[in-house]
């Protein structure tokens, strides 16, 4: 069993910087860290991805160039900077580990996830 904390979330105005942070607890980890992110009425949706052992990354092509994943493998855990922030990025976020192999960017591939924290940006 694997327990997933979320943190960091909050209001921002548009342009402004949030920092969340995942921690990870538990028997054994995936492959693959990622952060999801649902708003009202739509879809849980990809936002980024990344390898324990190599630190690859991955986004989504609407947080590219804004959005950074990190993570620290010594205290299990994983980061989501996110600079330039848009009215859109609005949503419950959400960590989750898996191995998902190429479908990473596919919610049901991930076996565990966070409890989700809130990120509200005005306009």
């Known amino acids: 069993q694997v327990q997933l904390v979320e943190s960091g979330g909050g209001l921002v105005q548009a342009g402004g910087s949030l920092r969340l942070s995942c921690a990870a607890s538990g028997q054994t980890f995936s492959s693959v860290m990622g952060w999801f992110r649902q708003a009202p009425g739509k879809e849980r949706e990809f936002v980024a991805a990344i390898t324990w052992s190599s630190g690859r990354t991955y986004y989504a092509d609407s947080v590219k160039g804004r959005f950074t994943i990190s993570r620290d493998n010594a205290k299990n855990t994983v980061y989501l900077q996110m600079n330039s922030l848009k009215p859109e990025d609005t949503a419950v976020y959400y960590c989750?580990?898996?191995?998902?192999?190429?479908?990473?960017?596919?919610?049901?591939?991930?076996?565990?996830w966070g409890q989700g924290t809130q990120v509200t940006v005005s306009s």
């Open positions: 989750t580990t898996g191995n998902p192999g190429w479908r990473r960017d596919t919610h049901s591939q991930y076996d565990y």
